[in-house]
């Protein structure tokens, strides 16, 4: 089977730096080869009729574009903004489209199969490299974190991931707290006027970087207000290495071995102290989440679904 993903245009893959849809094009990319199936990476212009056995599409307007062309693909849809502007938006209609017109689509949030509705649109969680995210060493004091591009695209100072909540509750229990992102984060810095003695804030990090910040920490704090994925990326690396996971989720799913929180800094602190009297049971059960969750197991997932949806 020859498998081909559309290249998003905008940076490179795998990125250097911030860039999600990018990183799970890489490991479906790269998994796939491990499975010894071809796959390759390609501009959607360098993209033929016939050349491939699977075309999988990542970018709504991209995958119009292959609709244009007569090139039967499956796409991916990743993008919030399509729930958050409503049914109204283009940017809904752009990727409905996208969706109705592919062989099948894979959204990474049960909420979203709902949300478009269409009989072609399953559940595909997205995974975890666990041979590069690990723990390190046992924690010898806790340490809370953040990592995330906070904001919206209308307003990149919004906090949509909950900063301000994890810092309040890191400071109601006296504790340090990292807040670990794109250098867009200072924009809601900026405006929030944040400040904390036991506040660090970490902008761009390399991969490497932001593996040693995970296992420099103990809990991860993720009061998202919305996400396109559940899990996101960053709740299943924080896992990999070991941290216990606190994060608001979607109802209708699970994750094994996170604790469920709401956007309020006082129940927040409760469940820091609750999962700090329990660490080790509760990092026993995430590091087992992260190596079920890992990319070999769900580009399995979508491979058997290439092959029946074909």
Same mark, same amino acid.
């Given at each position: 089977?020859?498998?081909?993903?559309?290249?998003?245009?905008?940076?490179?893959?795998?990125?250097?730096?911030?860039?999600?849809?990018?990183?799970?094009?890489?490991?479906?990319?790269?998994?796939?080869?491990?499975?010894? +199936?071809?796959?390759?990476?390609?501009?959607?212009?360098?993209?033929?009729? @016939?050349?491939?056995?699977?075309?999988?599409?990542?970018?709504?307007?991209?995958? @119009?574009?292959?609709?244009?062309?007569?090139?039967?693909? &499956?796409?991916?849809?990743?993008?919030?903004?399509? +729930?958050?502007?409503?049914?109204?938006?283009?940017? &809904?209609?752009?990727?409905? *489209?996208?969706?109705?017109?592919?062989?099948?689509?894979? $959204?990474?949030?049960?909420?979203?199969?709902? +949300?478009?509705?269409?009989?072609? $649109?399953?559940?595909?969680? /997205?995974?975890?490299? @666990?041979?590069?995210?690990?723990?390190?060493?046992?924690?010898?004091?806790?340490?809370?974190?953040?990592?995330?591009?906070?904001?919206?695209?209308?307003?990149?100072?919004?906090?949509?991931?909950?900063?301000?909540?994890?810092?309040?509750?890191?400071?109601?229990?006296? %504790?340090?707290?990292?807040?670990?992102?794109?250098?867009?984060?200072?924009?809601?810095?900026?405006? %929030?006027?944040? *400040?904390?003695?036991?506040?660090?804030?970490?902008?761009?990090?390399?991969?490497?970087?932001? /593996?040693?910040? #995970?296992?420099?920490?103990?809990?991860?704090?993720?009061?998202?207000?919305?996400?396109?994925?559940?899990?996101? /990326?960053?709740?299943?690396?924080?896992?990999?290495?070991?941290?216990?996971?606190?994060?608001? &989720?979607?109802?209708?799913?699970?994750?094994?071995?996170?604790?469920?929180?709401?956007?309020?800094?006082?129940?927040?602190?409760? !469940?820091?102290? *609750?999962?700090?009297?329990? +660490?080790?049971? #509760?990092?026993?059960?995430?590091?087992?989440?992260?190596?079920?969750?890992?990319?070999?197991?769900? $580009?399995?997932? %979508?491979?058997?679904?290439?092959?029946?949806? !074909?």
């Amino acid at each position: 089977m020859k498998i081909v993903h559309t290249h998003p245009g905008l940076l490179p893959i795998p990125p250097n730096g911030w860039g999600a849809i990018e990183k799970l094009i890489w490991f479906y990319h790269t998994r796939s080869l491990n499975k010894n +199936y071809i796959s390759e990476i390609r501009y959607t212009d360098d993209i033929h009729k @016939n050349d491939f056995d699977i075309v999988h599409a990542h970018v709504g307007n991209l995958a @119009n574009l292959l609709h244009e062309r007569n090139i039967p693909y &499956f796409f991916s849809m990743n993008d919030h903004h399509a +729930y958050l502007y409503g049914k109204d938006s283009w940017t &809904f209609k752009e990727n409905y *489209q996208a969706a109705k017109n592919s062989i099948h689509t894979f $959204v990474s949030a049960k909420f979203l199969v709902d +949300y478009f509705d269409l009989p072609n $649109v399953s559940y595909l969680s /997205l995974g975890v490299d @666990n041979s590069f995210f690990k723990p390190k060493h046992i924690i010898k004091e806790h340490k809370l974190l953040c990592v995330a591009n906070n904001g919206f695209c209308h307003d990149s100072s919004e906090d949509r991931k909950g900063f301000s909540y994890a810092i309040e509750a890191a400071r109601r229990l006296n %504790m340090p707290i990292t807040i670990a992102g794109p250098k867009n984060n200072q924009k809601f810095f900026d405006r %929030m006027k944040v *400040q904390y003695d036991k506040l660090e804030i970490r902008y761009d990090l390399t991969e490497q970087q932001l /593996l040693e910040t #995970y296992q420099e920490h103990s809990i991860f704090i993720h009061a998202s207000i919305l996400e396109g994925g559940h899990p996101n /990326l960053t709740l299943l690396e924080a896992q990999a290495c070991g941290l216990v996971v606190l994060a608001t &989720f979607e109802k209708n799913n699970e994750l094994k071995g996170l604790v469920r929180i709401e956007r309020n800094h006082r129940l927040i602190a409760e !469940k820091v102290k *609750q999962t700090i009297e329990n +660490y080790d049971f #509760y990092k026993k059960i995430t590091l087992e989440s992260a190596q079920e969750n890992d990319w070999s197991e769900v $580009v399995d997932k %979508m491979l058997t679904t290439y092959k029946i949806k !074909k």
